[in-house]
């Protein structure tokens, strides 16, 4: 079993940037990339970026250039960092635990999501 608990999310004002963390722990060994997916309302969930264990990334083609993902391996931890914050941002947050699939990857455990609100 994997823990996923991810913090960060809050109020913020169009053009600015927040960070978002998800920290992991339990079997993390099965874990081979974490990824970020996000839910607005009344729009289905999207992955926006994704980071494997050997550092390669991958981000949704709408918010490339605003959004980075790292990870610090010491810690357990992924980050995403979310910059020119825009209204359409709105949404919550998953950080995801991935592991090995036949191709790609697949999805072993989701966070309790974490609520980031842009003002405009």
């Known amino acids: 079993q994997v823990q996923l608990v991810e913090s960060g999310g809050g109020l913020v004002q169009a053009g600015g940037s927040l960070r978002l963390s998800c920290a992991a722990s339990g079997s993390i060994s099965r874990i081979k990339a974490m990824a970020w997916e996000r839910q607005a309302p009344g729009k289905q969930r999207e992955l926006v970026a994704r980071?494997?264990?050997?550092?390669?990334?991958n981000y949704e083609d709408s918010v490339k250039g605003r959004i980075t993902i790292s990870g610090d391996n010491a810690k357990n931890t992924v980050y995403l960092q979310r910059n020119s914050l825009k209204a359409e941002d709105t949404a919550v947050y998953y950080c995801?635990?991935?592991?090995?699939?036949?191709?790609?990857?697949?999805?072993?455990?989701w966070g309790q999501g974490t609520q980031v609100t842009v003002s405009s």
């Open positions: 995801i635990a991935l592991g090995p699939a036949q191709v790609g990857f697949r999805v072993l455990y």
């Open positions: 980071i494997t264990n050997g550092g390669k990334t």
